[in-house]
């Protein structure tokens, strides 16, 4: 089986992804309001999630404040300078944290069935194996488990669009740590094997190659 992670991540790339995510992206993880893409999607999606919560790819805990009280939350997230800033998120926020833990996707070093409801934001946009880590979803969520999502992804095929995301996208994953602009998330998730997905497509409001996105519910 193919492993995740080593020394090789702990590169100064990581570091200034770390940095310049959290300062300018997510600035501080601190939810704004003012933006829709937080009061109208974010917020409505993650006020979803029930008991034992496994977030993936936490980043530096954005997603934190959303979590309702009763949930107790699990982070896990691959970049250990992304960790450092989640680990000052955790006195402030509703729910109970359980813990964060650096760890990949493809790899959830959890149980079967352990969790009600798994959480990833931006994030299948930037996993090395869609399929694994959707696989490793199914397998940690209970039986009427939910996986919710919001991701960025590729614009219609035949669209400028998509011309776009092609030609910067070898450019865009150099520096934003791998994010692809050209998947089709959606599809991939529908291919998965749930039990139920329930998607809606959306434009929010970013530059055009990175405004197409999904939110949505997969039930196990
Ligand atoms: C664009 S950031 C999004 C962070 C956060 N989810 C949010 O919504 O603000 C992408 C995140 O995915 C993480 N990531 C990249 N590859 C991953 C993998 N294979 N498994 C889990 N997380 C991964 C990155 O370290 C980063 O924290």
Redesign the pocket.
């Known amino acids: 089986m193919k492993r995740?992670g080593g020394t090789g991540e702990m590169s100064l790339r990581k570091r200034w992804f770390a940095w310049v995510?959290h300062t300018f992206v997510?600035r501080t993880g601190t939810p704004d309001f003012a933006n829709t893409l937080t009061r109208e999607v974010r917020a409505p999606l993650l006020a979803q999630a029930r008991g034992q919560v496994l977030e993936?790819?936490?980043?530096?805990g954005?997603?934190l404040p959303f979590y309702p009280s009763q949930t107790q939350v699990t982070l896990?997230?691959?970049?250990r300078y992304?960790l450092a800033y989640l680990r000052d998120r955790w006195p402030d926020v509703r729910c109970t944290v359980i813990g964060g833990l650096r760890g990949?996707?493809?790899q959830l070093p959890f149980a079967e069935g352990q969790f009600d409801t798994v959480v990833?934001?931006?994030?299948l946009c930037?996993?090395?194996d869609q399929e694994q880590?959707l696989a490793e979803i199914k397998r940690v969520l209970c039986p009427g488990g939910k996986f919710l999502f919001l991701e960025h992804v590729a614009a219609p095929s035949r669209s400028l669009t998509f011309v776009v995301q092609r030609v910067l996208n070898p450019a865009w994953s150099a520096l934003g740590?791998?994010?692809h602009l050209t998947r089709d998330t959606g599809a991939t998730i529908r291919a998965a094997g749930f039990r139920s997905v329930e998607v809606r497509s959306f434009r929010a409001p970013y530059p055009s190659f990175v405004s197409p996105h999904i939110v949505g519910v997969a039930v196990v």
């Open positions: 995740y995510y997510s993936i790819g936490a980043g530096d954005a997603n896990l997230e691959p970049n992304l990949w996707g493809e990833a934001t931006h994030v930037s996993v090395r880590v740590d791998g994010c």
